[in-house]
């Protein structure tokens, strides 16, 4: 459970990133870059970011030796985990789903430019 939380952690940040790149290059695209929605979700990665880079800093606390704990060590332990996993879940969710949603956005901007080319080439303005 722990080694896999770590590389979810270590996952995490590459993920956010490409999710950044994937929005601005996206919003820019579309001609949104400067716009109230993409400002917001700028901020939002901002936090989420800092979140990220918590999470990744606290994952040394994950190295070290249980062997010697106590069953109350232990549990305590487990919990303590289980909630770091369920953070960096609901991260990796949240940008998960942000390029699903970029990818159809690149669809329907294809889309867009087909119809666009199509109605030149019957010579439509």
């Avoid at 939380?5 to 940040?13: F, H, V």
């Avoid at 190295?63 to 109350?72: G, L, T, V």
């Avoid at 060590?73 to 949603?101: D, F, I, N, P």
Wanted: charged share 25%.
């Amino acid at each position: 459970m722990e080694s896999t939380l770590r590389s979810d952690i270590q996952d995490l940040i590459p993920l956010l990133e490409l999710a950044k790149k994937s929005r601005t290059r996206l919003a820019a695209a579309q001609g949104n870059f400067h716009s109230g929605a993409t400002t917001h979700w700028l901020s939002q990665w901002n936090a989420d970011l800092a979140e990220a880079n918590q999470l990744a800093e606290g994952a040394s606390s994950l190295d070290i030796d249980c062997s010697s704990f106590s069953q109350a060590e232990l549990e305590a332990r487990l919990v303590t985990v289980h909630k770091l996993q369920c953070q960096v879940v609901q991260l990796s969710g949240k940008y998960q789903s942000s390029l699903t949603a970029d990818d159809s956005g690149r669809e329907q901007l294809r889309a867009d430019q087909r119809v666009i080319t199509q109605a030149r080439l019957d010579g439509k303005p």
